[in-house]
């Protein structure tokens, strides 16, 4: 797939008479919406194109079919010879047993008994395939609809009072009081925004709806993250850095989704999220359900190249299944990216892995083809500490571009209930946010999201909160990184050690250590004050 191009804004032009600002509105949405080239859109999730890739798991070809003995010929006499291979292929393994059970059920029954039985599995394996003949390919669309585009038209510029391109403070008091946004942080509404701003991190919503098909869905995790997500914004205490006040943090709205269609909402979300990269700012993703990850990370491949990016994705699931009637799933986005050659295998990194898949055969599948995996059982059999040194040196190796995927149900749910699949015996909180905050200053972060939150199903709001933290401890490693704050495992030794007493036998190793940081923060506002002097004098 070729690299695709921002789509172009809307031009800033006065206010114009109501009349006339609605007729320029629909010649601009179609001058949009015509704008956007064929390639810059996945056409492999709409519509009849072809699939660019297999459809079918290859692991179920490892299945064995049944190993027919001579002792059992003439009890297949009134098979015909498709129906032979069909028993001796993968279909027929789908259901087969205990092999030489198997045999002896053939042995001890009537050729007439077999053929019935044969009959069944076949009419079992055509029932479950997709017929041309009986089964219609795609959920049709009513193209013909006015309204087919108008969920993710962008509003005209024209229609807004003039502005110069930047950042827009929402609250009416010092610090609060207006419409809430992602952490108190201002809101930018284009890529224009980000760019005249400077902007280093723009978190954005992306409420989709249907991807998980069970439990509560994530339509409302955006809206509560900002009312409830307070610790968004603020100093760390472990390391003592404000995110806030050394990244330039905003709110990039909500992305728009088409509610009744998955498919259609990855089209958007991937422009969107591609047009904040391009900016260069690093976009944070607030979603939503896991389906996400396949038009995030694929916008990221678009701006840095594809197989650019590696991927950590955090997750009790890892969401490679295949072979099911959805193309776009929460189940399905890893094997696709990979499929599609968006993301190596070997950069592909994933932790925290416990429900009951995958199985012998899936680990297997990963092991032969590079993926590394961390599983809840290697941090059984290791320990914490040595499985996060081991998950850090992967993501820097060579300095590689890192993009974060965090599904919270890597939590235990214990910590966090309110999510689509909670699997027992995950992270704790403390393991969630330190992994998160060093993975994000010691490495080459480009993006970070944030899956399967569904508030609805916690009414303490403890869920959201703890989610919070989790996107709070990313912000802060950036910050770090931005401070230069990169060495393995920085705390702060302030706020890490009192230093009264030489308790430990390192007092002198922390009191030199906390002197540098302020020698650091005089020479800081020594070159501020002059810069200050500079443009004082230029001014006069």
């Known amino acids: 797939m070729m690299k695709t191009t921002n789509t172009k804004t809307f031009a800033n032009t006065r206010l114009l008479p109501l009349t006339a600002a609605i007729l320029w509105a629909g010649l601009s949405a179609s001058a949009q919406l015509s704008a956007q080239p064929a390639g810059d859109e996945p056409e492999h999730v709409t519509g009849t194109n072809a699939y660019p890739y297999p459809t079918e798991d290859p692991r179920e070809n490892d299945r064995p079919g049944i190993e027919l003995p001579d002792s059992v010929s003439d009890k297949l006499a009134l098979l015909s010879d498709e129906q032979i291979e069909f028993l001796e292929s993968g279909d027929a393994g789908r259901f087969r047993g205990d092999l030489e059970k198997t045999i002896e059920y053939l042995e001890e029954n009537t050729p007439e008994h077999i053929l019935t039985w044969v009959e069944a599995m076949q009419g079992v394996i055509s029932a479950q395939r997709y017929d041309e003949d009986r089964d219609a390919p795609n959920i049709a669309l009513n193209t013909d609809s ?34 809430p946004t992602f952490g108190g942080f201002p809101l930018a509404l284009t890529p224009e925004d980000l760019e005249a701003a400077e902007v280093d991190v723009a978190i954005v919503g992306t409420p989709l709806n249907m991807g998980s098909g069970w439990r509560d869905s994530g339509a409302q995790a955006t809206t509560d993250m900002r009312v409830m997500g307070r610790a968004l914004g603020g100093s760390d205490q472990y390391v003592q850095v404000n995110p806030g006040s050394v990244l330039n943090i905003v709110d990039y709205g909500d992305i728009a989704i088409d509610n009744a269609s998955t498919e259609r909402s990855m089209q958007h979300i991937r422009e969107v999220v591609r047009e904040i990269g391009n900016t260069g700012a690093v976009p944070v993703i607030v979603g939503g359900d896991h389906s996400l990850s396949y038009s995030n990370v694929a916008a990221m491949a678009d701006v840095h190249g594809k197989e650019r990016v590696s991927v950590i994705h955090f997750d009790s699931h890892y969401d490679a299944w295949w072979g099911s009637a959805h193309l776009i799933s929460h189940g399905a986005p890893v094997y696709r990216l990979l499929n599609e050659g968006h993301v190596r295998m070997e950069d592909y990194i994933q932790v925290g892995l416990r429900s009951s898949g995958p199985d012998e055969a899936a680990f297997k599948w990963m092991r032969e083809n590079g993926m590394r995996y961390h ?81 609805y199903l916690d009414p303490t709001y403890m869920t959201t909160l703890n989610s ?73």
């Open 468 to 540: 919070a933290h989790v996107i709070k401890a990313c912000l802060t490693g950036l910050a770090m990184r931005e401070e230069g704050l990169t060495e393995s495992f920085y705390l702060s030794p302030v706020a890490s050690e009192h230093a009264v007493d030489d308790y430990y036998g390192d007092q002198a190793d922390y009191l030199r250590h906390t002197e540098a940081l302020e020698r650091k923060d005089d020479e800081e506002e020594a070159v501020d004050l002059d810069d200050d002097l500079e443009e004082a004098v230029e001014q006069e």
């Open 146 to 179: 006015p309204m087919f585009n108008a969920w993710r038209l962008r509003r005209p510029a024209s229609m807004d009072p003039e502005r110069e391109p930047g950042t827009i403070s929402l609250g009416r008091y010092n610090g609060g009081g207006g419409p």
């Open 375 to 455: 599983t809840m059982a290697e941090v059984e059999r290791r320990g914490w500490d040595a499985t996060l040194e081991r998950v850090v040196k992967e993501a820097s190796e060579e300095g590689r571009k890192l993009y974060i995927s965090f599904d919270i149900d890597v939590i235990d749910p214990a910590f966090a209930v309110a999510t689509g699949t909670p699997v027992s015996g995950g992270l704790d909180m403390r393991e969630s946010i330190t992994i998160v905050r060093r993975l994000c200053a010691e490495a080459n972060v480009v993006g970070f999201e944030l899956v399967e939150l569904h508030p």
